[in-house]
């Protein structure tokens, strides 16, 4: 006798493995992504900025345009350096100078400013303290043009002055009288420490120094609206792009 077993129908096996359409990204999530991404990205770009502008410092109100690369004059205790200078700004209430000491207490200092005829315009003192940046309190008794300024060093120690060589002559430095084969160099700070937000008028009214007469103080403004601009359109096409 013969048996015939039944037939058996074994169920089919699935492949595992994901399919193509499985493993291709979804657009629509991806398109949300990088939409973070950028949109994240600019809020940081954001915040630094501002945290940069909310920073509140000294502010300079101009300077002599020399650099303070070495300690070019070495004055003595009692001496006077002087120097020719384009004028004093208006809202200098400090100046700030380089000063080495020799590792002692910083002397007596007096600075002074002097108009072309020889009225002094506006002066300042300090006493104690360390080397390095010093920062004169500057009063001013006149409105004349200031042509010249002097530092008079008090005690009895040297003091070495920051600046830079510079051929001796109307320009240079002149040291109790005799010309230096050197430059003094003078920063001029505005009144107590401003974040660039209030520093705005003032970088208004600079950024239209040193151009075309047509230039004004509605050029920093300008500038401002192209650079968004810009940023906009790129931030588009970006998006564009990616998506």
Known sequence: MRLV????????VQDPSPSGDALR?????????????IVLGLLLI???FVLDMSGAA?????????RPL???????????????IEGLPPDTARAEMLIGTYYRPLPPLRLRFFAASGAMVAQGSVSGG?????????????????????LYVGGRFRVAVGGNNAPAGPGSAYLNGKPEVAQVTVFYLRPGRETWWQMLPVLDQRFGLGKAPFFGRWTLPLVAVVVLLLWVGSIRLLLRELT
Do not use: E, H, K, N
């Open 5 to 12: 077993s039944p037939q058996i129908t074994w169920p089919a």
């Open 70 to 84: 070495i300690f070019s004059v070495v004055v003595p205790g009692g001496g006077t350096v002087c120097q020719s």
């Open 58 to 66: 000294a502010r300079q109100s101009g300077s002599d345009r020399v």
């Open 46 to 48: 954001l915040g630094v």
């Open 25 to 37: 990204p979804d657009p629509g999530r991806r398109r949300v992504v990088i939409r973070i991404v």
């Open 130 to 150: 360390r080397q390095g940046y010093v920062a004169i309190p500057i009063r001013r008794i006149s409105r004349l043009a200031v042509d010249q300024l002097c």
